[in-house]
């Protein structure tokens, strides 16, 4: 399994990119950067899209892919839960903002959407696809991929504190995790619905005391303003836990 960091960050500039992740060339998951990042050609060769939740940041891309496929005369799947649904086609693919691709053409709509229950293990497109619920400000998913080789990743998706849930349904060889902000925002990341390395941390002891190992993690969605706070606590993190923790920065390539 090749993962390939699009996004890395939750604002845009020319160093930064939202978020959004690359899986063998054909799954993503989050839209934040899907077309600035890839050719008409690499598009094309997406099979599916998974969604985490509707904010802003995590599926600008979706009106613009539709867009690129509607030209192409061809289509692609989309999966999400319903709420995010709603929000598509209320106010991006409305037909007013942007062409209705959730139905249009009639007979064969551009975005095939499919609505995902959580908890609940998928095949899509050759992947074993399991979505779990996070604690953010609104309903969102983190998704564990699996291949068919057995290896597996986690994206927690944006997520705060009270992931042990999660961590009693997965067993991935990675984890990549949100770490929003620095230590001295801890308080208002946590009721947010974010993490920062120190609660990052209390998430990795949970899960080490379930599973017995910790995975390799990679934090992606930080504040470009904060990042070299977060780079110096998370090393600090990962020494106390003994374990590799790295940042994500945009065109990190991983290998599972």
Not at 113 to 122: A, N, V
Request: glycine content about 6%.
């Amino acid at each position: 399994m090749d993962i390939h960091i699009l996004g890395a960050h939750n604002c845009e500039s020319q160093k930064s990119r939202l978020i959004s992740l690359l899986i063998d060339e054909v799954l993503a998951i989050d839209a934040g950067s899907l077309t600035s990042n890839l050719s008409f050609e690499a598009q094309q060769k997406l099979k599916a899209v998974l969604l985490t939740h509707q904010h802003y940041d995590h599926v600008r891309d979706i009106p613009a892919l539709g867009m690129n496929f509607y030209l192409e005369k061809a289509t692609i799947n989309v999966y999400a839960t319903q709420p995010v649904y709603d929000a598509l086609s209320t106010h991006l693919l409305n037909g007013e903002l942007y062409p209705k691709f959730l139905e249009r053409p009639e007979n064969k709509p551009t975005i095939r959407f499919t609505i995902i229950e959580p908890g609940k293990s998928e095949q899509i497109a050759g992947y074993s696809i399991l979505a779990l619920p996070v604690n953010h400000s609104i309903p969102t998913v983190g998704y564990q991929v699996t291949s068919p080789d057995g290896k597996a990743v986690f994206y927690t998706g944006d997520s705060g504190p009270g992931l042990t849930d999660c961590w009693k349904h997965i067993s991935p060889q990675l984890l990549i995790a949100e770490v929003t902000a620095s230590d001295r925002f801890k308080e208002p990341a946590g009721n947010g619905g974010h993490l920062t390395p120190t609660l990052l941390k209390q998430e990795l002891i949970t899960f080490r005391e379930l599973k017995g190992y910790l995975p390799r993690v990679i934090t992606v969605h930080m504040s470009p303003g904060l990042e070299t706070e977060i780079a110096a606590e998370i090393a600090t993190v990962a020494a106390e836990l003994n374990s590799p923790i790295t940042l994500a920065y945009e065109g990190m390539r991983l290998h599972l």
